[in-house]
């Protein structure tokens, strides 16, 4: 017979096991075609990379960009195409899940006001040049403060209603998409400023974008957000070019996603993607409710 202070050792060993063998059995069946995925009703982004060939300094960061502000678009997608349809059990989850998506793209919203956009207009010495950005800024923080207060003001977890999270949503989802593709553009087109930039800025500018990518995510919240980015990140996307992005040893990649992950790992089986990257059905959509895994 196992005495009391065993199973207590043994409980936090057996519920980390019972975690991970979740995540790795969420159900990775493809989307079908003609059904409602995570590239809408956001459209997703093309890359610079992609779509020109180029691979200069402002090129490639707005690319890096593309790739954070893709996932976040998924993310957004995949909460509002669910919303209408989570069931009793599945709502403590879905807030969890929706919560990271808020506290990602809130965290995003602050590091590049307090931390990209600064150092860039210092290297490049011009002012104004984020004019736009910021009042795009501006144009979506009220109905995305709206959402975050919705799920945390919530008296308990079974008053969440999809219909109003889907409400609100639609009070921002034309200004947060239209800004998530034009700051694609902004960055961009740094590369026809005149005059262009001397070598040694446009190296600075460079180690700037690769600085602050590599800790933009990771700084939100490792349990959390990580989780969310990785499981919204397409490895299929534009021919399956970014499959390896962002670089990282495969045993890192896997301790995020199963690891870090599997302290929430209720959350994320609403996710687009599965732990290879892989597009998925999603959750709520994938079975009527009463066939529905538990």
Known sequence: MIDNATLLRFLPAATFAFALSYIFSMSNTPPTKGKPW????????????????????????ATHMAHIHNTILRGYNSIYLQALHITLDDKVDFIGYSLSWFKFVKSHHDDEENELFPKVEEVLGKKGIWDKTHKEHESFLGGLAQFGAY?????????????????????FQEPFNHHFHSEIDT????????PPLPDKDL?????IFKAWGKKTVTKAGT?????????????TYEDGMWANWPPMPAPVRWGLVNVAGAWN???WKFASCDARGKPRELWALQYPVYERPR
């Open 38 to 61: 995570a590239d809408g009703p956001c459209p997703l982004i093309k890359t610079p990379q992609y779509a020109t060939g180029k691979t200069d300094i402002w090129t490639t960061g």
């Open 203 to 207: 190296e600075s500018a460079a180690a």
């Open 151 to 171: 799920l945390e003001g919530l008296p308990e977890p079974y008053d969440f209603d999809g219909k109003e999270l889907q409400r609100i949503m639609d009070t």
């Open 187 to 194: 960055i961009a087109a740094f590369s026809s400023l005149e």
């Open 223 to 235: 349990t959390d957000v990580v989780p969310f980015f990785l499981l919204n990140l397409d490895a």
């Open 265 to 267: 790992w209720g959350w």
